[in-house]
């Protein structure tokens, strides 16, 4: 499989510094590119691993391409990152044939179910009733539908995907617990791309809400009548509780957590491994990680932390016992001899 530099700028745009009929046998990252490769530099931090690379040909922006012109061919754009995407997509379509429409034999679909004609479903699925999947949606080996769930146009469900799961709703009764029948849906926009092995749950009673655009990383847990919003992305091992609301436009880094009925504004990024336990109204990027530290000095500062209403309230009273001596002194002061 090869395609020539002059074919992937004709398709993506680009300024190309070399040998259009160059020849590219494979994509790879700078450190590894070997003759024949195509990479990327995105981040000037890596600019050192520029010169010595043996890329045949690399993605950079303007600023960098006096130095990429130095080691070789170069193709300038304003977001090397993004153009790099845009080639995966390019080398992928060209190297192989996308899935074929249609219902492999193993699958199992409800007569009831609505599979648009371009659809795609895999291996030992199941399609349950009312299920409706839209045009040019694919869904790999595995994947579950449950009943009277939706799924938008042109989908990419991985492997191992539970969709419409019952969420976990229980009332306490005499020590026991008692089910909550869960008689909502899940309803997922256009465009969405969800990992394997990640769960979503159907509503108590309205619907589960994935946005138009969402992308969901491996192993996600979304609890039951969550919204999320268009063109969310949410990286591996997060869960986000039962009720809660995750703007547009956010991105949470893997093994956050969002408790339920919280709401998280449009354009928030939340880092890795934080614990959202407040609604976030306001844009911007949040953290609350405590910080990695070897385990004896970890649980000094765990003692610290549990000290520090006791800490505050002896410093209110310090504070205002100087600001007493304050004032009894300028009396004092002011005083007539």
């Known amino acids: 499989m090869t395609l020539p530099l002059g074919k992937i700028v004709d398709a993506l745009g680009g300024t190309l510094h070399g040998d259009p009929e160059l020849l ?32 045949a040909c690399v993605i950079v922006a303007a600023d960098l391409q006096d130095e990429a012109r130095m080691r070789g061919a170069c193709i300038v754009t304003n977001d090397p990152y993004l153009y790099f995407a845009q080639v995966t997509q390019l080398w992928r379509r060209t190297q192989q044939a996308g899935p074929m429409p249609g219902v492999h034999p193993s699958a199992i679909v409800d007569p009831s179910a609505l599979i648009d ?49 019952d969420g976990f709703g229980f009332a306490a009764n005499a020590g026991a617990w008692e ?26 009673l309205s619907d589960t809400v994935i946005g138009d655009g969402v992308k969901l990383d491996n192993l996600i847990q979304i609890g039951h009548n969550v919204r999320i919003g268009s063109h969310t992305a949410i990286a591996a091992c997060v869960g986000v509780a039962g009720s809660a609301t995750v703007g547009a436009h956010c991105t949470i880094g893997g093994a956050a957590v969002v408790l339920g009925h919280l709401t998280v504004a449009d354009h928030v990024h939340i880092s890795a491994a934080s614990v959202v336990t407040r609604s976030l109204v306001k844009p911007g990027q949040y953290t609350g990680i405590f910080p990695i530290d070897d385990n004896a000095q970890w649980e000094k500062n765990a003692a610290a932390v549990k000290r520090l209403h006791q800490l505050r ?7 205002k016992s100087k600001l007493n001596q304050g004032l009894l002194t300028l009396l004092e002061d002011t005083r007539d001899p």
């Open 313 to 319: 309230a002896r410093l209110v009273a310090l504070e």
């Open 179 to 204: 089910k909550i029948e869960q008689l909502g849906a899940v309803r997922i926009g256009d465009d969405v791309e969800i990992g394997a092995n990640t769960c979503i749950d159907r509503g108590a």
């Open 117 to 165: 004609p371009t659809a795609t479903v895999g291996p030992l699925c199941v399609v349950e009733s009312g299920v409706r999947i839209g045009a040019y949606s694919v869904l790999k080996a595995r994947v579950v539908v449950a009943q009277d769930c939706t799924i938008g146009k042109r989908c990419l469900i991985h492997p191992g995907v539970v969709i419409g799961a």
């Open 24 to 55: 590219i046998h494979g994509l790879a990252a700078l450190e590894s590119a070997t003759h024949g490769h195509l990479s990327f530099l995105s981040n000037s931090r890596y600019r050192h691993q520029l010169a010595g690379s043996q890329a």
